[in-house]
């Protein structure tokens, strides 16, 4: 079994930086790729950004610029630097993992269960 947990969240005014986390914890051998999604209320799940065990990294662009994704392997965490940041990126952000490729798809296998960015104007 695989638990993720998301922390970082909150809200800030525009133009502002949050920083995310994921502590992924259990079953963690081959999980290769991890993901970040995001959900708006009324709006389908997101995908913003990804990254391969091989650091290999993939934005959505409504995202690319300002985020970045990064991840520290010896700690089983995954991280979303959110930089100028806009009302429209309010939403639920989660974290995903598998052990094969989904890149911005949502078909990842585990999820955590999110947590709140709120961006005022």
């Known amino acids: 079994q695989v638990r993720l947990v998301e922390s970082g969240g909150g809200s800030v005014q525009a133009g502002g930086s949050l920083r995310l986390s994921c502590a992924a914890s259990?079953?963690?051998?081959?999980?290769?790729?991890m993901g970040w999604f995001r959900q708006a209320p009324g709006k389908e799940r997101e995908g913003i950004a990804a990254?391969?065990?091989?650091?290999?990294?993939t934005y959505a662009d409504s995202v690319k610029g300002r985020f970045t994704i990064s991840q520290d392997n010896a700690k089983n965490t995954l991280y979303l630097q959110m930089n100028s940041l806009k009302p429209e990126d309010t939403a639920m952000y989660y974290c995903?993992?598998?052990?094969?490729?989904?890149?911005?798809?949502?078909?990842?296998?585990?999820w955590g269960q999110g947590t709140q960015v709120t961006v005022s104007s």
């Open positions: 995903a993992a598998d052990r094969v490729s989904w890149l911005l798809l949502p078909r990842y296998t585990y």
């Open positions: 259990g079953d963690t051998y081959g999980l290769d790729y």
């Open positions: 990254i391969s065990s091989a650091d290999v990294t």
